[in-house]
């Protein structure tokens, strides 16, 4: 059974970096995309960004230009830069085993208990 642990997670003032870290354990081999999700508040969770074994990477548009996602095998890091209010949620990281890139959340089987990130004056 794959198994997620996220770290990073903090308190930042508007414009502050985080910097979360997803290692996982229970799994030898490569697993297929690695994922950051985020849940605010009363909302949905939403893919923040992806990333493959092979070097693809996708990120959502409104953070791309803040955000930064790199791997190295099984394990994942977000950089978090320019953090804004709207950035506050839970994040996620979440994996799959099958070869398909996805951004749907509920084609992840393996999930963490997320780190909070909370961006305030």
């Known amino acids: 059974q794959v198994q997620l642990v996220e770290s990073g997670g903090g308190l930042v003032e508007p414009g502050g970096s985080l910097r979360l870290s997803c290692t996982t354990s229970?799994?030898?081999?490569?697993?297929?995309?690695m994922a950051w999700f985020r849940q605010a508040s009363g909302k949905e969770r939403e893919y923040v960004s992806v990333?493959?074994?092979?070097?693809g990477r996708i990120i959502k548009l409104s953070v791309k230009d803040r955000f930064t996602i790199t791997r190295d095998n099984n394990t994942v890091w977000l950089q978090m830069n320019s953090l804004e209010p709207e950035d506050t949620a839970r994040y996620f990281c979440?994996?799959?085993?099958?070869?398909?890139?996805?951004?749907?959340?509920?084609?992840?089987?393996?999930w963490g208990r997320g780190t909070q990130v909370t961006v305030t004056a």
């Open positions: 990333a493959t074994p092979g070097g």
């Open positions: 979440a994996a799959r085993l099958a070869e398909a890139t996805t951004t749907n959340p509920d084609d992840y089987p393996f």
């Open positions: 229970g799994h030898s081999s490569t697993l297929k995309s």
